[in-house]
Nanobody
Framework: QVQLVESGGGLVQAGGSLRLSCAASGRTSNEYAMSWFRQAPGKVREFVASISYNGFNTHYTDSVRGRFTISRDNAKNTVYLEMISLKSEDTAVYYC???????????????????WGQGTQVTVSS
């Protein structure tokens, strides 16, 4: 069992930056692949980025590649999403997710991820 708590969301102007954090708890949380999803108002939740258990491999959706960076610090049991050059279309609730198969980072559907946080709101004003 893994518990996930997101933080770092807020209101930012277009072109600005934010760093989201996801704190994981649980005995084997460092063995899990981690990801970020987001859900904009009136839209389905969509995959944003993922990272393998050791941080060696990452995967991004096309719309954020080059602007967002996912990373992890296993000593702190924390995953980060660094977001730069934010656009109004990045406005959404951002969710952290985990799956126990630590190298399986290419699952872009929600059903591929077993554990979820409660989400943190990111609002980008234009």
């Amino acid at each position: 069992q893994v518990q996930l708590v997101e933080s770092g969301g807020g209101l930012v102007q277009a072109g600005g930056s934010l760093r989201l954090s996801c704190a994981a708890s649980g005995r084997t949380s460092n063995e899990y692949a981690m990801s970020w999803f987001r859900q904009a108002p009136g839209k389905v939740r969509e995959f944003v980025a993922s990272i393998s258990y050791n941080g060696f491999n990452t995967h991004y959706t096309d719309s954020v590649r080059g602007r967002f960076t996912i990373s992890r610090d296993n000593a702190k049991n924390t995953v980060y999403l660094e977001m730069i050059s934010l656009k109004s279309e990045d406005t959404a609730v951002y969710y952290c997710a985990a799956r126990p198969h630590g190298v399986g980072i290419y699952y872009i559907a929600e059903t591929g991820w077993n554990y979820w946080g409660q989400g943190t709101q990111v609002t980008v004003s234009s």
